[in-house]
């Protein structure tokens, strides 16, 4: 081997050596996953879930939260309810192309967020919880995938159905 081949390989092992330490100081962070709000919940100013019999409404107005006849909300579970879905995420996508809605109860239960100037910030159609009851199927109104988020959004849509001023 000539000297400038043995050089060539040195300046390629520093430089690969260089790199792995870098990469070992500094390893790159968890992949960021998006969460089913998608947005800053003060920025939402309605929230509307429809049943196939009833639909819930929640305006906010003045600091607070009144239904859609202007009854006020108790303080806080409005906001309460926006921050759990800002951290909720995706557990798994779960179908990509399903053949029928009725494999994961989609039966007509939807949940919209609008923001303030009426932007839709989430719009997800809810299914049945998951066989271990761990989950709750969702899909996004645009998407056709469907996606197993936590169970944690049957808990806080409980909580806003009891706390509703109009239910």
């Given amino acids: 081997m000539t000297v400038r081949g043995t050089l060539a390989l040195v300046v390629v092992a520093v430089v690969l050596g260089a790199w792995a330490l870098l990469e070992r100081l500094h ?12 947005a800053p919940p003060a920025s939402a100013s309605r929230i509307e ?9 929640a305006i906010r ?4 939260w009144v239904d859609a006849a202007g009854r006020a ?3 806080r579970v409005d ?3 926006l921050d759990a879905l800002s951290h909720i995420t995706a557990l798994r996508d779960v179908d990509a192309a ?10 007509g239960r939807r949940l919209r967020v609008l923001g303030a100037d009426g932007a839709t910030l989430l719009d997800v159609e809810l299914g049945d ?4 009851l761990t989950g709750v199927y969702v899909r996004r109104a645009d998407r056709p995938e469907v996606l197993l988020v936590g169970a944690l959004v049957v808990w806080e849509l409980k909580k806003l159905h009891d706390a509703a001023p109009s239910w």
């Fill in 79 to 81: 906001d309460d309810f």
């Fill in 98 to 107: 399903p053949a029928g809605t009725n494999d994961y109860g989609f039966a």
């Fill in 61 to 64: 107005r003045d600091g607070g």
């Fill in 73 to 75: 909300w108790p303080p």
């Fill in 27 to 38: 390893p790159p962070g968890p992949p960021v996953v998006p969460t089913l709000l998608g």
């Fill in 129 to 132: 919880r998951n066989p271990a």
């Fill in 49 to 57: 879930v429809s049943e196939p019999d009833a639909t819930l409404v």
